[in-house]
């Protein structure tokens, strides 16, 4: 996913008008979602087959997206660039994020031998040094030293981050939950998760209706307080005993409402303060933040849950992993207060031939 975001962010400048492209990021949250669902069905379709089949299937998919985008896709080339990017940085991105993960998953495995646990997180933090300094000091970084700079850029990404890692492990307890202690099918499983990304289209268009008279900070928000009022309804509600209808399914479709409020509301306001050539750019890194908040989203889900035995051992451990999903929801919903727009906005300086400066005001003009 993260290297197709700067191209197809540079595409959505081209063909959309900016006035009109926080409607084509819900769009094309909508139909990501509407391939979620649908996906989670092939996949247990697949896997009743083979688990093979849900790694060669992407090959297929692969070269038809590859001969669509070659037939029907406008070419998009960014002239400015021409530097090497920085792999030695992202390496130490990469290590740094695996190393926090490793240390959260196999943390109840190691006990009380701390000593794996600190060497994980010590290595983490050394990679996150590097990475930082590279950022700094390399012509073409990972992330731009400029997009730290806007306000509503920054705070977008915080709460895609927090708001990943609640759903990258609501997702997990779900299809864990299933098979696991309920023993339903790979193919059962993904029915059961249908519903709530089918929800995504419908309030990702609600949302585009009250955009233009209710800030995406607000929107995002509730969103967020939803999906984490979902997640305390399943806590309430589930039982060892399987009953989908009414145990899981309520409060999956409100979880389902808060990402089809709070996501595209999110992304679609993360680039509204850069500059045009950077909102690819912003694109790619508001994704990163995705896929790294849901990989820790995943490794607190293992952390917490641990290795319950016995369907009420497990209960009680995904009880635990939903209330910390319902916890980190109210701190996203904090930090999307961040995203507000201000009243007198900073105005952008225009780069200088050859340079690119994010984020510094002007004088007004007079």
């Known amino acids: ?193 249908v519903p709530g990304p089918l929800l995504l289209p419908v309030l990702a268009a609600v949302g585009q209706r009250v955009a233009h008279r209710v800030p995406a900070a607000l929107v995002a928000g509730a969103g967020c307080v939803v999906f984490g009022a979902g997640t305390v309804v399943i806590v309430l509600s589930l039982g060892t005993e399987p009953n989908y209808a009414t145990e899981l399914l309520p409060g999956w479709l409100i979880t389902g409402a808060g990402v089809g409020l709070a996501l595209p509301a999110i992304l679609s306001a993360s680039t509204s303060d850069l500059p045009p050539g950077r909102t690819a750019t912003g694109s790619a890194v508001v994704t990163m933040s995705r896929q790294i908040g849901t990989v820790l989203g995943v490794s607190v889900l293992v952390a917490v849950l641990g290795t319950p035995v016995g369907a009420d051992q497990a209960l009680t451990g995904f009880t635990h992993v939903r209330w910390v999903i319902a916890g980190v929801t109210v701190l996203a919903a904090l930090t999307a207060a961040g995203m507000t727009v201000r009243t007198t906005p900073a105005a952008w300086i225009p780069p200088s031939p050859g340079t690119e400066r994010i984020g510094e005001p002007t004088s007004p003009a007079a």
């Open 1 to 193: 996913m993260p290297p197709c975001s700067p191209p197809l962010g540079r595409m959505a400048d081209r063909a959309t008008p900016p006035e009109r492209r926080g409607r084509a990021v819900r769009v094309w949250s909508a139909i990501g979602a509407l391939a979620g669902a649908f996906g989670s069905v092939v996949g247990g379709l697949l896997v009743d087959a083979s688990w093979r089949w849900v790694f060669l299937v992407n090959l297929p998919v692969g070269v038809a997206a590859m001969a669509g985008a070659v037939r029907w896709v406008p070419d998009s080339r960014d002239e400015t660039a021409g530097r090497t990017p920085d792999v030695f940085g992202a390496v130490n991105l990469a290590v740094a994020i695996g190393a926090v993960a490793l240390g959260l998953v196999k943390g109840p495995d190691w006990g009380g031998r701390a000593t794996g646990i600190t060497a994980a997180f010590v290595c983490a933090v050394l990679a996150g040094v590097v990475f930082t300094v590279r950022t700094w000091r390399h012509p073409s970084p990972v992330v731009e030293p400029a997009l730290v700079r806007p306000r509503i850029f920054v705070w977008a990404n915080v709460t895609t981050l927090l708001f990943s890692v609640a759903f990258g492990a609501a997702v997990l307890s779900m299809i864990m939950w299933s098979q696991d202690v309920w023993h339903y099918s790979a193919l059962r499983t993904g029915l059961c998760v």
